[in-house]
């Protein structure tokens, strides 16, 4: 969908809908922070209840590791590092002023050194666990409530061990059909494609990334990494097998989490403002009383919680009420009035602006079917536009005027940068199924790769 008012350009639209949406306070006074309001934490507990359900359903255990993090079991992987040292926020302070300690801006230095201690033997793999964290990192680019923070999160980040490539390969593909899963619970379309080596964890076997749609270009929205033994090599995670002969273990990992939101904030809102799916909306409608001198009881088949009660006396007041359920992106309106409770009606207004007048006994009917068909809509809009982005190119004034294009590109750096140079894009990644295209700048050799601009 992604209609924006046209007036506002898109970072000051942004800052509107989340802020009028309910969503988020941005107007704490350190940069990167924002607070959290109760009508968007409660979209995000939704959010994580389902991916909560979904991993005790796929047998991987909730841990928590400390947000303190000692620099001497960062440092046993040089690369990774190297790559997250500036961004780190350090701790001043701390008792033993011989000890270095920084905050966790991700989980692998905190828990690779203590799996070298969990994992002595083949019994003790696999090992699969996660835990559902906020993590920091010193963000020197312009930061955007919800996409890019200082305090990152809530996020989940599954982390695992095997004793063979095949099962870290078989937990990664697990890993992107759990990352599936959460789209369509949200209504979002995303794109998935195969990380470059060179944006790849240092090491690693390789990555697949998800994208979903921002504005004109897209942001990373999950990635599920094959770390291959790299990691086990460099926080030394054995295990002994038969005749007690010693292996490191194969690793991967993969987070997501509050870019669901954005993800949805940024797809599925209008002029009016957001527009919240109905499986992860905590409201999912709203029963508005005009001018009734008593309350009557009308049976939408939603539990108490899932629903918000209001009475007005005025047209003033209604048109307030209106507006506020819309830009907070309810799913349902139901208004009823002394006309309709005559009649044993009500009026049913769904957030797509579809109306209808339904009677008393049909309206736990009327709910159930809208509610599924607002969700369907809202994710087959999402595809089509995400479907309508996407142009195949073979020069770069093509792949320059598309939203995303599909290009051949060899690989080689020097033709990257001459890609992002010439094309005002990045290099996403190239096509899940491997598939030829010839470069589109040196001519040779080359895959199907995404180029987009990326929020
Ligand atoms: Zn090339």
Redesign the pocket.
């Known amino acids: 969908m992604i209609i924006k008012n046209k007036t506002l350009d898109y970072a000051t639209w942004w800052n509107k809908i989340i802020q009028e949406g309910d969503i988020v306070d941005i107007r704490y006074d350190v940069k990167g922070f924002f607070v959290w309001k109760p009508y968007g934490f409660s979209i995000m507990k939704n959010i994580k209840s389902n991916w909560e359900i979904l991993f005790k359903k796929n047998n991987i255990k909730e841990v928590y590791f400390p947000l303190f993090v000692p620099v001497e079991y960062a440092a046993k992987n040089k690369s990774w590092w190297d790559s997250f040292k500036e961004q780190a926020f350090y701790v001043l302070g701390y008792y033993d002023k011989e000890k270095r300690i920084f905050i966790r801006p991700t989980g692998e230095p905190a828990m690779y050194p203590v799996f070298s201690k969990w994992i002595r033997s083949h019994r003790d793999l696999p090992l699969r666990i996660y835990q559902t964290v906020m993590s920091y990192r010193n963000e020197t680019k312009s930061t955007k409530s919800l996409v890019r923070d200082v305090e990152i999160g809530p996020w989940y980040e599954i982390h695992t061990c095997h004793s063979s490539a095949k099962e870290a390969e078989e937990e990664i593909n697990l890993a992107i059909k759990m990352n599936e899963h959460l789209f369509n619970l949200s209504a979002i379309a995303y794109l998935k494609v195969r990380k470059p080596k060179a944006d790849c964890f240092p090491g690693s076997v390789g990555a697949v990334e998800f994208y979903t749609l921002m504005n004109d270009g897209v942001i990373e929205n999950g990635s599920c990494n094959n770390l291959g033994q790299a990691y086990a090599k460099a926080f030394n995670i054995t295990y002994t097998y038969q005749d007690q002969k010693k292996d490191f273990v194969w690793q991967t990992c993969t987070g997501n989490g509050e870019r669901f939101l954005s993800a949805i904030l940024a797809n599925h809102s209008d002029e009016k403002g957001i527009v919240i799916p109905p499986k992860v909306a905590p409201i999912k409608a709203q029963i508005i009383y005009i001018k009734l001198k008593e309350e009557i009881e009308i049976t939408t088949g939603l539990s108490e919680e899932h629903l918000e009660y209001v009475n007005v006396n005025d047209s003033g007041e209604l048109g307030e009420v209106r507006f506020n359920s819309e830009k907070r992106g309810i799913p349902a309106r139901i208004e009823i009035g002394p006309k309709e409770l005559d009649e044993k009606i009500c009026q049913v207004v769904w957030r797509d602006g579809i109306k209808n007048k339904v009677s008393l006994k049909d309206l736990k009917k009327e709910i159930e079917i809208g509610l599924e068909r607002l969700q369907k809509k809202l994710q087959e809009e999402n595809h089509k536009e995400l479907n309508s982005r996407i142009k195949e190119c073979d020069t770069f004034e093509e792949a320059k005027k598309a939203s995303i294009a599909l290009i051949g ?4 750096e ?2 990257g940068g001459w890609i992002k140079n010439k094309t005002s894009k990045e290099i996403i990644g190239m096509t899940l199924k491997p598939s030829t295209k010839k ?6 050799k ?1 895959e199907a790769t995404y180029i987009a601009k990326s929020y």
Not at 439 to 444: F, V
């Open positions: 590109w060899c690989g080689g020097e033709c470069c589109i700048h040196c001519g040779e080359g």
